[in-house]
């Protein structure tokens, strides 16, 4: 068999980046607080997100870092499935369940939802990762490698200098979920990063800059060809 090309790591692999909201999420509440299936019950289609207390927006920044994570995937030969085509004000959704749903038809190796936390706790800052529980019939059958792939992905921010949350139960960096509906429906290996708090100056500070976002896209693109590696 022939060698894959140097700088061609991914080929022929397939990854779905979820960039975390719609920008115009709060300019249609009757569609985003519809209930939509997620996992043995419902949830609300989608929200607005949250936003640094200057205004930035957690839809701008995922869809920032997802355009940057996705340019490097593909220069490694990578095809890429965005759940979103647009980051506008203009425009709504998906909901969580056509998120949670986006890797199946295409058999992606993966899905990596990328998301901004808004926690008003004082001084709460760092990322974690989360990851779903080993919970049939639903994410039973992807716990163990969504597992490995948030390990993964917490040690690749780690090494990009990226702290670990202070105010997640178990300070480890990993958050082990059964209530999202993204990560619930998903048949193919997938974590949600919360990139940090946006609500903490120090993190907002990174998360809007385009020197901190690109060190964001470095670290996932990192975590992406180990895990795939
Ligand atoms: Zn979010």
Same mark, same amino acid.
């Given at each position: 068999? =022939?060698?894959?090309?140097?700088?061609?790591?991914?080929?022929?692999?397939?990854?779905?980046?979820?960039?975390?909201?719609?920008?115009?999420?709060?300019?249609?509440?009757?569609? +985003?607080?519809?209930?939509?299936?997620?996992?043995?019950?419902?949830?609300?289609?989608?929200?607005?997100?949250?936003?640094?207390?200057?205004?930035?927006?957690? =839809?701008?920044?995922?869809?920032?870092?997802?355009?940057?994570?996705?340019?490097?995937?593909?220069?490694?030969?990578?095809?890429?499935?965005?759940?979103?085509?647009?980051?506008?004000?203009?425009?709504?959704?998906?909901?969580?369940?056509?998120? !949670? #749903?986006?890797?199946?038809?295409?058999?992606?190796?993966?899905? +990596?939802? +990328?998301?901004?936390?808004?926690?008003? =706790?004082?001084?709460?800052?760092?990322?974690?990762?989360? /990851?779903?529980?080993?919970?049939?019939?639903?994410?039973?059958?992807?716990?163990?490698?969504?597992?490995? #792939?948030?390990? +993964?992905?917490?040690?690749?921010?780690?090494?990009?200098?990226?702290?670990?949350?202070? /105010?997640?139960?178990?300070?480890?960096? #990993?958050?082990?979920?059964?209530?999202?509906?993204?990560?619930?429906?998903?048949?193919?290996?997938?974590?949600?990063?919360?990139?940090?708090?946006?609500?903490?100056? !120090?993190?907002?500070?990174?998360?809007?800059?385009?020197?901190?976002?690109?060190? /964001?896209?470095?670290? #996932?693109?990192?975590?992406?060809?180990?895990?795939?590696?």
């Amino acid at each position: 068999m =022939a060698r894959p090309q140097l700088g061609q790591a991914l080929a022929g692999k397939v990854i779905v980046l979820d960039a975390g909201h719609q920008l115009g999420n709060h300019n249609f509440p009757a569609q +985003i607080n519809r209930p939509v299936p997620a996992g043995g019950f419902t949830k609300p289609c989608n929200t607005t997100g949250t936003a640094t207390n200057g205004g930035y927006s957690e =839809a701008t920044f995922a869809w920032n870092v997802t355009q940057r994570l996705k340019a490097k995937l593909e220069k490694s030969g990578a095809t890429v499935v965005l759940t979103r085509k647009s980051n506008s004000e203009n425009a709504w959704g998906p909901c969580v369940d056509t998120r !949670g #749903l986006a890797g199946n038809k295409r058999d992606a190796d993966l899905k +990596i939802s +990328i998301h901004g936390d808004g926690s008003t =706790a004082p001084g709460a800052h760092g990322f974690h990762v989360i /990851y779903p529980p080993d919970r049939a019939p639903w994410t039973d059958d992807i716990f163990k490698p969504s597992r490995r #792939l948030a390990k +993964i992905t917490k040690n690749m921010l780690v090494r990009t200098d990226f702290s670990v949350a202070n /105010y997640i139960a178990g300070g480890d960096g #990993l958050d082990e979920r059964s209530d999202l509906g993204t990560l619930n429906l998903s048949d193919v290996p997938t974590v949600m990063v919360e990139c940090g708090n946006m609500r903490d100056r !120090g993190d907002a500070a990174v998360m809007t800059s385009p020197q901190g976002q690109a060190r /964001y896209a470095r670290a #996932l693109a990192r975590a992406v060809r180990t895990y795939l590696g």
